[in-house]
């Protein structure tokens, strides 16, 4: 097995987790929040269908502390997950992504196991097929990310927060697709009635109060406040949960803007590297089809206080003109 210093993918407190399950189940989900996410369910592309196991993704779900769930079920839930993340299958992904459970965080290990598998630890247990779905989510979008990248003993990843963020997007992108998915093809029959579960858990988490933007600061004027705070810690999550909200629609609007993770933290300068600059080089190895999402991001960061970075010349100016049309 692989070693290093650094075995965790992140850190959080438990205790913030066992808030998580204390909110549950959401029986009064915010009215607020539907109506004004209602549009931006309303996707520009057609979905794609995609079997994740088919494909050749390999889940296994190992070990005990899962309750009364049994680890077929939980491999069920878990293959919908990737389902809904991936429209391909990255060549990264050819070994295992091996899952068992934890009574601390959920946590996508630094460290392989013996024959290079991915290591997920998940905190969820018994029928919360929500926070299954909430967790995996997130540490697979890590995995999609390149995220033992420039990981070293000596390295800090100033733009880990960024990775987090849009691993907390992806969470709140996938409890609400999968909601409507499980509505029409669940992956097991029971798992039909689970879709209202994960549609307010979606709903809860969105219209929390902290994730809001305040009204007096547009986006790029709150991320000049907290950028030293975030390249500091990547794991304040209130604050990250406010950039994911934002980021959201972009997904939502093309699924398949998902693929773009895979070209993400691939230059050797992305660990210590301005947010312009990371942001730029994911641009640069993100191919064509996904560029226009990406400045698209970049475009975003820079609402309300001016032109964004220009992200290169020719071609690549138009591809960033065009986003901020939108």
């Known amino acids: 097995m692989k070693t290093n210093k650094h075995p965790e ?29 209602a549009g931006a369910g309303q996707e520009s592309f057609d979905k794609p269908t995609v079997n994740s196991r088919k494909m050749g993704l390999d889940i296994k779900v190992k070990g005990d502390g899962w309750g ?3 680890p077929e079920a939980i491999e069920n839930v878990l293959y919908s997950v990737a389902d809904e993340l991936m429209s391909r299958l990255p060549n990264k992904l050819n070994k295992p992504i091996v899952v068992t459970h934890t009574k601390s965080n959920p946590v996508a290990l630094y460290d392989r196991g013996p024959n290079g598998e991915y290591l997920v630890h998940l905190h969820a247990s018994g029928q919360s097929w929500h926070l299954y779905v ?31 963020t849009l691993c907390e997007t992806a969470s709140l992108y996938t409890l609400k697709s999968l909601a409507e998915t499980w509505e029409k093809t669940p992956p097991s029959p029971e798992l039909s009635a689970r879709s209202k579960n994960l549609r307010r858990f979606f709903e809860h988490l969105v219209g929390e109060g902290h994730r809001q933007l305040p009204s007096y600061a547009p986006l790029a004027s709150w991320l000049e406040e907290h950028k030293d705070d975030l390249r500091q810690n990547p794991y304040l999550r209130e604050k ?6 934002l980021l959201l629609p972009l997904f939502q609007s093309n699924p398949q803007n ?33 560029k226009h999402f990406v400045a698209s991001v970049l475009s975003l960061m820079w609402e309300g206080e001016g032109a964004p970075p220009s992200l290169a010349t020719g071609r690549d100016t138009a591809v960033l003109s065009a986003a901020v049309a939108e």
């Open 240 to 245: 990250n949960e406010v950039v994911a909200n």
């Open 9 to 37: 993918r992140r850190k959080g407190t438990p205790r913030a987790w066992v808030m998580r399950q204390m909110r549950l189940p959401l029986i009064i989900a915010s009215v607020f929040c539907s109506m004004s996410h």
């Open 258 to 290: 998902w693929d773009a993770l895979t070209y993400l933290n691939l230059d050797p300068a992305d660990a210590r590297s301005s947010l312009e600059d990371y942001l730029r080089h994911w641009y640069q190895n993100a191919p064509l089809e996904h």
């Open 134 to 164: 909430y967790e995996f989510a997130h540490e697979l979008c890590h995995i999609l990310s390149n995220y033992e990248e420039h990981v070293g003993a000596e390295t800090k990843k100033y733009n880990q927060w960024f990775e987090e």
């Open 68 to 70: 009364s769930a049994r």
